[in-house]
């Protein structure tokens, strides 16, 4: 049973372009969730959807974050416009009920 | 304000020298307590689920215990590979399903 997936583990994009962060959930869990460690700081929770659903983004920033579950495909965050302080470890979980989440390997985010 | 704060923040060790990392945490209303282990470049692991005080879970040298205010991760006769970062993290009944984390203990076991 594969564990929760993301790609590209390293992405590197230039200040003003756009970083697509994917993550495929275990098998069987339907609860996703995103958290940002920013270097030398702790993980810190930023959205939490179901399929097609946004359940609780109160940890994103107001603009220029934004994050999907459709009925199809991997979860996505989506940076726009990105800066340099948005560099950081990206990290998707999953769960199947309301408790353990599962995290996956992570995707290194560099804005240069 | 809920908060979870992890010490010591590092802890050297001689392979085979027992220790206890504590995670305390203030919050209006604990779910569980989850206890995941971060090696360097890679997602956080997950190790245990403690729900009430008194419950105590084992795996391998590992032992978590949980009390009304904090959780224990003890650490038995450790090895060079039990080296890395052990994250204390919670569910807090009024926050939904979003794990608060602890910043970490950073754990170095020399042979």
């Known amino acids: 049973n594969a564990g929760v997936m993301q790609n590209p583990r390293h992405l590197v994009r230039r200040r003003g372009q756009e970083a697509r962060l994917r993550c495929s959930p275990m098998?069987?869990?339907?609860?996703v969730y995103w958290y940002r460690q920013l270097p030398e700081e702790g993980l810190k929770f930023m959205v939490y959807?179901?399929?097609?659903?946004?359940?609780?983004e109160s940890g994103m920033p107001k603009e220029r974050f934004s994050a999907e579950f459709p009925k199809e495909g991997p979860s996505i965050l989506r940076i726009q416009q990105v800066v340099r302080g948005d560099s950081a470890a990206y990290f998707c979980?999953?769960?199947?009920?309301?408790?353990?989440?599962?995290f996956g390997p992570g995707t290194r985010l560099t804005v240069t | 304000e809920d908060q979870v704060t992890q010490s010591p923040e590092a802890l050297r060790l001689q392979e085979g020298e027992s220790s206890s990392l504590n995670c305390s945490y203030t919050?209006?209303?604990?779910?569980?307590l989850f206890w995941y282990r971060q090696d360097p470049g890679k997602g956080p692991e997950f190790l245990f689920t403690?729900?009430?005080a008194g419950e105590e879970k084992e795996k391998e040298r590992l032992k978590a215990t949980l009390t009304k205010k904090e959780s224990f991760l003890h650490i038995t006769a450790p090895k060079p590979e039990d080296s890395a970062t052990y994250l204390c993290?919670?569910?807090?009944?009024?926050?939904?399903?979003?794990?608060?984390f602890g910043g970490g203990t950073r754990v170095l076991v020399k042979p």
């Open positions: 979980a999953s769960s199947q009920n309301h408790y353990e989440q599962y």
């Open positions: 098998k069987g869990h339907s609860h």
């Open positions: 959807l179901q399929k097609e659903n946004i359940i609780d």
């Open positions: 919050v209006s209303g604990l779910r569980g």
């Open positions: 403690l729900y009430s």
């Open positions: 993290a919670v569910l807090i009944k009024a926050a939904g399903n979003k794990l608060t």
